[in-house]
């Protein structure tokens, strides 16, 4: 048996501790293999559910179910071939078993600190392959040299010593999936925090995927409701669609991205909010309001927040991506949000500056767009022949003093099928959510909207376009004639419809109402301040006296002239009472 005689440690990596008589079986087999003592330390881990994985230096005992399986398999088909009664012998052979061991490379710390260590001896090793160091801290390659390999640590790395040797796994780093971790908030590395006990995962997914190809997919066509009127009625987003949500600090995205998860309630979407370098205490809040609206029944959480390590800021977005994928291959609809990409790239910009990567563009290395793409690529609307089903991408981006002209921003602006842009200007007059109607857009989205929807829409982007524009104009002027200032009234109405508060969304044919409303012009007469009143109030009549028509807009194909006039005649009805 060839091993390294230095070694006298062994590592298992099983989900559950070995009892002290397992533990005793292992040290006397590897004393029996290798001739001398050898310890074992076990490493708790989730990859080989059911069965375990023994390293010994290059040598690993392979009892994982593939493992076993593979090489039954071999002895399996060697006996069927050469004995006519093969039960018997089958037994025997699954009771007399012995793994038999793979060789493997070691390697040697050459340097380590900031989360990054060097590794020297590893000729073989690839782009993203998992090693383990001391103690079972694990790695991951990021950079591959002539003689030495890059790698970025994913836990503390106190223990690691130059010089300790480093064993490759054949393992690219990746993350246990399963339906089990809807409902619950875990690290990237797959392991809950939410103290609600340990997660049963299905299967074990590699964070780095291809994107499914152009077979694979097909045209997005089936909205993604917001519950969000400004963003429904103009910048509509249909499952499989990337929208980027932008904007300076503080003005709304993370609230948008939270409304969106809030209103898929009953809708049989999957949602996944990856937090990336965001305070641990913003999450523990933001899990409560979820959990207080019922959202988390169908919400996972992947949190890496500010205090984690670069690398595991870094893997983040990946990870809840191959979460996701777990539930599409399933044929199911998921909605994703990073939250947000501006610090991934500040991760990943430090990450390769440690590598000594040379810097570019504000210091971020060269590859930054390929950072995001192959992230963003990965959302999509699988064709029925893929199960159908589809991922919904709402990455969110910091801008600095609304520049979307940034490195980071402008690389994802051209990433994705449009963007909502919130400015800090309408978020501090009160129009929130505070979407700049002009930068924003949707570039598949209309194909997706409902054609209800679409009708009531109509010309809403253009009154408001030209609202903007009178404004400028009438600013300083006293005394307008009669159909400006009516212009103006529409357009100022039409912008305070739009407002709306937080975690309050409308269903699909409470927005239709609001729009036939606001753009058949019924909110002229009423004063601004009194407008988002007065909506509630028409919405609540029309639950109360006209169910009906809620029912008709969602069962028609497209809005006749006759509902929509119906429409307008029981608004008017109520705000003639009203008076
Ligand atoms: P950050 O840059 O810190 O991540 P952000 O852009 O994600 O900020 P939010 O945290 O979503 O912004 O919102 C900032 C504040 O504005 C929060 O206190 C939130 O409650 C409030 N807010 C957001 N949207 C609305 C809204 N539609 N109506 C009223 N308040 C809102
Ligand atoms: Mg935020």
Same mark, same amino acid.
């Given at each position: 048996?060839?091993?390294?005689n230095?070694?006298?440690?062994?590592?298992?990596?099983?989900?559950k501790?070995?009892?002290?008589?397992?533990?005793e079986?292992?040290?006397?087999?590897l004393?029996?293999?290798?001739?001398?003592?050898?310890?074992?330390q076990?490493?708790k881990s989730r990859?080989?559910?059911?069965?375990?994985?023994?390293?010994?230096?290059?040598?690993v005992?392979d009892?994982?179910?593939?493992?076993?399986f593979?090489?039954?398999?071999e002895?399996?088909?060697?006996?069927?071939?050469?004995?006519d009664?093969?039960?018997?012998?089958m037994?025997?052979?699954?009771h007399?078993?012995?793994p038999?061991?793979?060789?493997?490379?070691?390697?040697?710390?050459?340097?380590?600190?900031?989360?990054?260590?060097?590794?020297?001896?590893?000729e073989?090793a690839?782009?993203?392959?998992?090693l383990?160091?001391?103690?079972g801290?694990?790695?991951m390659?990021?950079?591959?040299?002539r003689?030495?390999v *890059?790698?970025?640590?994913?836990?503390?790395?106190?223990p690691?010593?130059?010089?300790?040797?480093?064993?490759?796994?054949?393992?690219?780093? *990746?993350?246990?999936?399963g339906?089990?971790f809807?409902?619950?908030?875990?690290?990237?590395?797959g392991?809950?925090?939410?103290?609600?006990?340990?997660?049963?995962?299905?299967e074990y997914? /590699?964070?780095?995927?291809?994107?499914?190809?152009?077979?694979?997919?097909?045209s997005?066509?089936?909205?993604?409701?917001t519950g969000?009127?400004?963003?429904?009625s103009?910048?509509?987003?249909?499952r *499989?669609?990337?929208?980027?949500?932008?904007?300076?600090?503080?003005?709304?995205?993370?609230?948008?991205?939270?409304?969106?998860i809030?209103n898929?309630?009953?809708?049989?979407v999957?949602?996944?909010?990856?937090?990336?370098?965001?305070?641990?205490? /913003?999450?523990?809040q933001?899990?409560?309001?979820?959990?207080?609206?019922?959202?988390?029944?169908?919400?996972?959480?992947?949190?890496?927040?500010?205090?984690?390590?670069?690398?595991?800021?870094?893997?983040?977005p990946?990870a809840?991506?191959?979460?996701?994928?777990?539930f599409? +291959?399933?044929?199911?609809d998921?909605?994703?949000i990073?939250?947000?990409?501006?610090?991934?790239?500040?991760?990943?910009?430090?990450?390769?500056? %440690?590598?000594?990567?040379s810097?570019g563009?504000?210091?971020?290395p060269?590859?930054?767009?390929?950072?995001h793409?192959?992230?963003l690529?990965?959302?999509?609307?699988?064709?029925?022949?893929?199960?159908?089903?589809?991922?919904?991408a709402l990455?969110?981006?910091?801008?600095?003093?609304?520049?979307?002209?940034?490195?980071?921003?402008?690389?994802?602006?051209?990433?994705t099928?449009g963007?909502?842009?919130?400015?800090?200007?309408?978020?501090?007059?009160g129009?929130r959510?505070?979407?700049n109607v002009?930068? /924003?857009?949707?570039?598949?989205?209309?194909?997706?909207?409902?054609k209800a929807?679409?009708?009531?829409?109509?010309?809403l982007? %253009?009154?408001?376009?030209q609202?903007?524009?009178?404004e400028?104009?009438?600013?300083?002027?006293?005394?307008?004639?009669?159909?400006?200032?009516?212009? %103006?009234?529409?357009?100022?109405?039409?912008?305070?419809?739009?407002?709306?508060?937080?975690?309050?969304p409308?269903?699909?044919?409470?927005?239709?109402?609001?729009?036939?409303c606001?753009?058949?012009?019924?909110?002229?007469p009423?004063?601004e301040?009194?407008?988002n009143?007065?909506?509630?109030e028409?919405? +609540?009549y029309?639950?109360? +006296?006209?169910?009906d028509?809620?029912?008709?807009i969602?069962?028609?194909?497209t809005?006749?002239?006759?509902?929509?006039?119906?429409?307008?005649?029981?608004?008017?009805?109520y705000?003639?009472k009203r008076?």
């Open positions: 048996m060839s091993n390294y230095n070694i006298s440690k062994a590592y298992l990596y099983a989900e501790e070995p009892t002290a008589a397992q533990m079986g292992f040290v006397k087999f004393s029996g293999k290798y001739e001398r003592e050898i310890s074992v076990w490493v990859e080989f559910p059911g069965g375990f994985r023994l390293e010994v230096g290059n040598d005992y009892w994982s179910k593939e493992g076993k593979e090489q039954l398999r002895k399996l088909s060697y006996l069927a071939k050469h004995s009664d093969v039960i018997p012998l037994k025997e052979t699954v007399s078993w012995t038999s061991a793979i060789a493997r490379e070691v390697g040697t710390v050459l340097t380590v600190g900031d989360g990054i260590a060097t590794v020297e001896g590893l073989n690839t782009y993203g392959e998992i383990i160091f001391t103690d801290i694990r790695g390659v990021m950079e591959l040299r003689d030495e *890059g790698c970025i640590l994913f836990s503390e790395e106190s690691i010593l130059e010089g300790s040797s480093v064993y490759r796994t054949g393992k690219t780093a *990746g993350i246990p999936v339906d089990n809807v409902g619950r908030v875990i690290n990237p590395l392991e809950p925090i939410d103290e609600r006990g340990p997660i049963e995962a299905k997914y /590699s964070i780095e995927h291809p994107a499914p190809g152009i077979i694979a997919r097909q997005v066509n089936r909205p993604l409701e969000i009127l400004a963003i429904d103009m910048f509509p987003i249909g *499989g669609q990337r929208e980027l949500i932008i904007g300076d600090r503080q003005t709304g995205k993370t609230a948008i991205a939270l409304d969106t809030t898929q309630k009953g809708k049989d999957i949602c996944i909010y990856v937090a990336i370098g965001q305070k641990a205490s /913003s999450i523990a933001m899990v409560n309001n979820l959990r207080n609206k019922g959202a988390m029944d169908y919400t996972i959480i992947v949190n890496a927040s500010a205090s984690d390590a670069a690398p595991i800021q870094y893997i983040a990946y809840g991506c191959s979460l996701a994928e777990y599409m +291959n399933n044929g199911q998921v909605l994703i990073y939250d947000d990409l501006s610090k991934h790239a500040i991760a990943y910009r430090s990450l390769s500056l %440690l590598l000594d990567r810097p563009r504000e210091a971020y060269g590859d930054v767009f390929y950072l793409s192959r992230l690529e990965r959302a999509a609307q699988l064709s029925d022949e893929y199960g159908g089903g589809s991922i919904t990455p969110i981006v910091e801008t600095q003093a609304g520049d979307v002209s940034a490195y980071i921003p402008t690389n994802i602006i051209s990433i099928d963007q909502i842009f919130l400015e800090s200007g309408l978020f501090f007059e129009q959510p505070a979407v002009g930068l /924003s857009v949707s570039r598949v989205g209309g194909d997706a909207q409902t929807m679409k009708k009531a829409t109509g010309t982007r %253009l009154d408001l376009a609202f903007r524009e009178m400028v104009f009438t600013q300083f002027s006293s005394d307008l004639d009669d159909s400006t200032k009516n212009q %103006l009234l529409y357009g100022k109405g039409l912008m305070r419809v739009l407002r709306q508060k937080q975690y309050s409308y269903s699909g044919a409470e927005e239709v109402i609001l729009l036939v606001a753009l058949g012009r019924l909110f002229i009423i004063p301040k009194e407008i009143k007065v909506s509630e028409i919405l +609540n029309f639950k109360k +006296n006209r169910p028509l809620s029912d008709r969602n069962g028609s194909d809005l006749s002239d006759e509902l929509r006039k119906e429409i307008i005649d029981t608004a008017s009805e705000l003639a008076k």
